[in-house]
């Protein structure tokens, strides 16, 4: 997948079972000058997934700020996310 200059976007799959309640999670970064749209990773059959929001450019939380549905998502200029999938 081609991102913009700036943009860092990596999944981070967790090996770990049970030790954690989150199956992936998602690193998202916008440090360059304008938004830009990324696509969040798919399921199996190519279907969106549901996404907790763990952390954004102001606050963060092991146990989720909210979830998130959408296939894509715009992060701002300067904005970053953290997002798990649960298992």
């Given at each position: 997948r081609h991102l913009p200059e700036n943009?860092?976007?990596?999944?981070?799959?967790?090996?770990y079972d049970g030790v954690s309640k989150w199956k992936n999670m998602v690193v998202?970064?916008?440090a360059g000058?304008?938004?830009?749209?990324?696509?969040?990773?798919?399921?199996e059959n190519?279907?969106?997934q549901t996404w907790t929001i763990l952390?954004?450019?102001?606050e963060a939380t092991a146990d989720g700020l909210?979830?998130?549905?959408?296939?894509?998502?715009?992060i701002y200029p300067r904005?970053?996310?953290?997002?798990?999938?649960?298992?």
């Open positions: 943009v860092l976007f990596y999944t981070i799959p967790n090996m998202a970064v916008n000058d304008y938004p830009v749209t990324v696509e969040l990773p798919r399921d190519n279907n969106p952390a954004n450019h102001l909210e979830d998130y549905s959408d296939a894509k998502i715009t904005d970053s996310f953290v997002f798990g999938l649960k298992r």
